[in-house]
């Protein structure tokens, strides 16, 4: 079996959601996801340019070899667009590799382990009684966890809050979002919406939080520790994901639990937090 063609899809202008389509000599073709928000284009440039030219002629079944090929061969090597760009190649042979066992892919992985996965929903809010009451409308939808976001008296826009029926995206466009924050605010605001949260709905639904990589260390540390009357499922994001000893420093101070990686591009990424437990 051979790799006769290697073709980057663009669909949704504006959103540019990135799909590679892996052709094979028998026929059958592989697909995977590239999309990267706010550099979906570079990634486009980086399979058309410089991906698709060296898969002609490779056998899809040297899964492994491949990957191994593509990011041990790139000098400049873990970025997102490289890694976003291997992951499609990954997911598009394994897809491949599955249509021709004749089985869905998470059979061949080792089959099915539970009967059903736990979502978190997105509540945002101008405020804290908006927050609440979106709160409540996905409790009355049957959620299980839901994830609060509020905007903060004094700071306008604040990035990572929705507005109206609009979820916020990360990196929704090609130029960073410009908007105003104000820590103190934050760390006084945020601690009395989940008082009003368990005040209003009770322990019997996880709540997280998001902190957008907003907070230094020891400013995230105070909110962990603030936070935990609340009992959080999760705080994501606190601290700024590159620098991994802080981590540390938040987990000495409080044990709300902490959730980091979203803009990890390998398992390497995440190998300290795992190791020390964080």
Known sequence: MKITAARVVVTCPG??????????????????????????LSVVSYLQDHVAPCLIGMDPQRIEDIWQ??????????GP????????????????????????????????????VMVYGHANGSDIDETVDAVGQYIDMG?????????????????????????YEPADAALPSVTGWDTRKA?????????????????DHHLLH????????????NLGKMLEPYQLFWLEDVTTAENQEAFKLIRQHT????????????????????????
Do not use: C
């Open 15 to 40: 959103r540019n959601f990135v799909t590679l389509k892996i052709e094979t000599d028998q026929g059958v073709y592989g697909i995977g996801d590239a999309t990267l928000n706010g550099r979906e």
């Open 69 to 78: 090929y593509l990011y041990r061969g790139a000098y400049w090597r873990r």
């Open 255 to 278: 044990v709300t639990p902490l959730a980091v990686g979203e803009i990890f591009n390998t398992i390497w990424d995440a190998k300290d937090l795992i190791q020390n437990q964080l």
């Open 143 to 167: 959620y299980k966890a839901i994830r609060a976001q509020t905007g903060v008296p004094g700071v306008k826009d604040a990035y990572g809050v929705g507005r109206g029926k609009l979820f």
């Open 81 to 116: 667009v490289t890694m976003r760009a291997i992951a499609a190649v990954d997911v598009a042979l394994w897809d491949i590799k599955a249509k021709m066992a004749g089985m869905p892919l998470y059979q061949l992985l080792g089959g099915r382990s539970r009967d059903g």
């Open 210 to 221: 998001d902190g957008h990589h907003r907070y230094t260390p020891q400013e995230a540390a």
């Open 187 to 203: 760390l006084n605001y945020v601690p009395k919406l989940f008082e009003k949260l368990r005040s209003t709905y009770g322990f």
